[in-house]
């Protein structure tokens, strides 16, 4: 069982930055893939970024690449996604997912564990 708890959301101009970190407990943090997904009122819950257990693999949806940036600290069992040049289209609730493997996906499918998920807004 790993359980995921999420930080960093909040209120943002547009063109600003946030940081999101997930904690998460158990002992082989670095055996599960991690995801950082996001869902907007009325939509589906999309993969934005995701890393591999090591950490040397990474996914980013089209529309956050070269804006967002995961990285996963195994020392420290956390994950983070660094968002910058945030846009009003950002605004979601966005979790935090580990999945039982070391390679990423994007499909929320493959994630087993969510956290319970961190409002970010950013206003134009």
């Known amino acids: 069982q790993v359980q995921l708890l999420e930080s960093g959301g909040g209120l943002v101009q547009a063109g600003g930055s946030l940081r999101l970190s997930c904690a998460a407990s158990?002992?082989?943090?670095?055996?599960?893939?991690m995801g950082w997904f996001r869902q907007a009122p009325g939509k589906e819950r999309t993969c934005v970024a995701a890393?591999?257990?090591?950490?040397?693999?990474?996914y980013y949806a089209d529309s956050v690449k070269g804006r967002f940036t995961i990285s996963r600290d195994n020392a420290k069992n956390t994950v983070f996604l660094q968002m910058n040049s945030l846009k009003p289209e950002d605004s979601a609730v966005y979790y935090c997912?580990?999945?039982?493997?070391?390679?990423?996906?994007?499909?929320?499918?493959?994630?087993?564990?969510w956290g319970q998920g961190t409002q970010v807004t950013v206003s134009s």
């Open positions: 997912a580990a999945r039982v493997g070391p390679l990423p996906r994007r499909l929320q499918n493959e994630y087993v564990y």
């Open positions: 158990g002992r082989t943090f670095s055996s599960y893939a």
């Open positions: 890393i591999s257990g090591s950490g040397s693999i990474t």
